[in-house]
Nanobody, 120 residues
Framework: QVQLVMFGGGSVQVGGSLRLSCAAS??????????MGWFRQGPGKEREVVAR???????LYADSVKGRFTISQDNAKNIYYLEMNSLKSEDTAMYYC????????????WGQGTQVTVSS
């Protein structure tokens, strides 16, 4: 059974950095059976894609985070990461990791979410 458990998040000042972790179980992330993505939902906003791994394995970033956020993964630990630098107040949101089977467009499995708060 696929499960995603998130770690990290918290409060940081503008310009600071945070790293979110998303530990996967039930499959080997190195197999690329699943493509992963990071999402967020800010207060009063709809959920949006922050970054995702596309069908060709390229990493795509939202314009709002390009150059500041980086996704990576540790295959040995079976963990995905979202490194967030130069954080802005508008990055404040609940963040989620999710995966979809590489043959599907359905983000089927989700982490529990973690709050990121950026204050000045």
């Amino acid at each position: 059974q696929v499960q995603l458990v998130m770690f990290g998040g918290g409060s940081v000042q503008v310009g600071g950095s945070l790293r979110l972790s998303c530990a996967a179980s039930g499959y080997n992330i190195g197999s690329l059976t699943y493509r992963m993505g990071w999402f967020r939902q800010g207060p009063g906003k709809e959920r949006e894609v922050v970054a995702r791994v596309a069908e060709n394995s390229d990493t795509l970033y939202a314009d709002s985070v390009k150059g500041r956020f980086t996704i990576s993964q540790d295959n040995a630990k079976n963990i995905y990461y979202l490194e967030m630098n130069s954080l802005k107040s508008e990055d404040t949101a609940m963040y989620y990791c999710a995966v979809r089977h590489w043959l599907s467009s359905d983000w089927r499995y989700w982490g529990q979410g973690t709050q990121v708060t950026v204050s000045s």
